[in-house]
């Protein structure tokens, strides 16, 4: 029998993905661990309470650990003096945030079930729930990652795409990884929330002509030309605290905050798309939880592979 295209197009991404995703079950854990969903649940709301933009800082974490040899919890594991981790790459250091949040959340879970739960599963399972606990929509996470025994500072270094990529790059960056561009304008979205610092989008506010003047000029009150790296804005100013189509609005506006934004919405071949999920806002709730599944789905270490960490920061 010959199957339809469609189907041989999902059986070749399935294969791309990885055959440890077939291992991989929402509810692997109901019976060695029937209480980790509302555990992690309850640490991640708290977290986010206290400070909005964790939120979206546990949600980078899930990405920034997928995108580099795959949702393992390789971006957890601290330097030592004969090992080095991811933590120091150009675009995790000073920037990535939420590990301890991940901490804490580990701690409740091995009192709970001690040497059963992974820290890649956490990660995964707090990125869902941080959406959700700033007004997003939920999904069922697929769960039974093991845990790396390695990282990639070399990858963290090259394959992740940054503030400054084009369109082409950013195509590029995902394409790598079995996305779509479609998939990939889906997962940008997550910028509808968290904030960034002065120094990534500096070279935008004061030498790019595709930015609103008044959006731009009060930026630059708080991203002077010289100095104020760390000073933060809001990537989303119209929302930034609620996990909505707003980016995308933005956008139409030409305020994006990073080149790496605006360019989905700039005269090219994403436009449509970003116009698509401002007029159908449950478009772009479907297509960005699929993606995100598909996400927590890149290369998972399962069965025998890897490790159950007991301290996320180190192999046991």
Request: proline letters at 4%; one cysteine or more.
């Amino acid at each position: 029998m010959i199957l339809p295209s469609m189907e041989v197009r999902f059986f070749f991404l399935f294969c791309l993905i990885g055959i440890g995703s077939a291992q991989l079950s929402s509810t692997f854990y109901a019976k060695t661990c029937p209480l980790v969903l509302a555990t992690i649940k309850t640490q991640v709301n708290l977290a986010v309470a206290k400070e909005a933009r964790m939120g979206a800082s546990l949600l980078r974490l899930h990405f920034h650990d997928c995108f580099v040899q795959g949702c393992d919890a390789s971006i957890l594991l601290d330097d030592t003096s004969s090992f080095t981790g991811e933590k120091t790459a150009g675009p995790n250091a000073n920037s990535v945030r939420g590990y301890d949040v991940i901490d804490t959340i580990k701690s409740k879970v091995e009192s709970l079930c001690p040497g059963v739960v992974s820290c890649a599963d956490i990660v995964a399972v707090a990125a869902r729930d941080s959406v959700v606990a700033l007004g997003g929509f939920s999904w069922a996470v697929p769960l039974g990652r093991r845990d790396s025994t390695t990282a990639s500072l070399s990858s963290a270094n090259s394959e992740l795409p940054g503030p400054s990529s084009n369109l082409d790059g950013l195509n590029t960056a995902f394409s790598n990884k079995g996305f779509t561009t479609r998939e990939m304008v889906a997962l940008s979205g997550s910028h509808t929330i968290g904030q960034a610092r002065c120094l990534f989008f500096r070279t935008r506010i004061y030498n790019e002509t595709n930015i609103d003047s008044t959006f731009a000029k009060n930026l630059q009150g708080n991203c002077p030309f010289n100095g104020g790296d760390s000073n933060l804005s809001p990537l989303d100013t119209t929302s930034p605290t609620t996990f909505d189509n707003g980016y995308y609005r933005n956008l139409q506006s030409k305020k994006g905050l990073f080149h790496s934004d605006q360019v989905l919405f700039n005269g090219g071949s994403t436009d449509s798309q970003v116009n698509s999920y401002v007029t159908n806002p449950a478009s772009f709730k479907t297509d960005f939880a699929n993606a995100m599944v598909k996400m927590g789905n890149l290369s998972p270490l399962t069965g025998s592979s890897g490790q159950i960490r007991t301290n996320c920061r180190k192999t046991n």
